[in-house]
């Protein structure tokens, strides 16, 4: 069974760097699949912020790119968010979930438990 | 701003039936497959419908996907009290910034 769980401070001041890591068990990132991070701001609604495959290639949100990167260590099996210069709009749950990218569109089909993260000072 | 729009809320009987919609483009619903995920309260989404119309193994044939055009459409029949959720439409968008995108969710409730 896939399991992904994300971990980081759960409190990060204005201007500061937002960062964050999954770690998937059940599954070797390796072997396929997109891998990604997702949010949801209190009370509002889903936000794709990127993904990334194995090798390293990547998708951004095109409002976040400025400030988004994701990385990869398949030899942790583990994935990473970093948000840069994260202001109050930032605070959301913080969703790492696992992707099926193909030509025909793009399919979540696991998801973490998702973690708050808090930008205040 | 939501890419994809879907009404804020639906509400139905139990055992009733309720659809709910979700409406694009042509570079993202229009071209792609729709996914739609149920959000129960305080949990992560969980995917509920993929490719427009399969069900993961799991998910009751209660819940059905379709999709014409540029809008896509969730069906649930024989309602529970266990199917109140926020639920998400999702797909791909094939613009120049190609990415994820996800309608604003749509709020159940089962009287």
């Known amino acids: 069974q896939v399991q992904l769980q994300e971990s980081g401070p759960g409190l990060v001041k204005p201007s500061e760097t937002l960062s964050l890591t999954c770690t998937v068990s059940g599954y070797s990132i390796s072997s396929g699949y997109y891998w990604g991070w997702i949010r949801q701001p209190p009370g509002k609604g889903l936000e794709w912020i990127g993904s990334?495959?194995?090798?390293?290639?990547?998708y951004y949100n095109p409002s976040l790119k400025s400030r988004v990167t994701i990385s990869v260590d398949t030899s942790k099996n583990q994935f990473s968010l970093k948000l840069s210069s994260v202001t109050a709009a930032d605070t959301a749950v913080y969703y790492c979930?696992?992707?099926?990218?193909?030509?025909?569109?793009?399919?979540?089909?696991?998801w973490g438990q998702g973690t708050l993260v808090t930008v205040s000072s | 701003q939501s890419v994809l729009t879907q009404p804020p809320s639906v509400s139905a009987a139990p055992g009733q039936k309720v659809t709910i919609s979700c409406s694009g483009s042509s570079s993202n619903i229009g071209n792609n497959y729709v996914s739609w995920y149920q959000q129960l309260p305080g949990t992560a989404p969980k995917l509920l419908i993929y490719d427009n119309n399969k069900r993961p193994s799991g998910i009751p044939d209660r819940f059905s996907g379709s999709k014409s055009g540029t809008s896509a459409t969730l069906g649930i029949t024989g309602l529970q009290t266990g199917d109140e959720a926020d639920y998400y439409c999702?797909?791909?968008?094939?613009?120049?910034?190609?990415?994820?995108?996800f309608g604003g969710g749509t709020k159940l409730t089962v009287l």
């Open positions: 999702g797909t791909w968008d094939s613009s120049l910034s190609a990415g994820g995108v």
């Open positions: 990334i495959y194995h090798s390293g290639s990547t």
């Open positions: 979930a696992r992707l099926l990218i193909t030509i025909f569109g793009v399919v979540i089909d696991y």
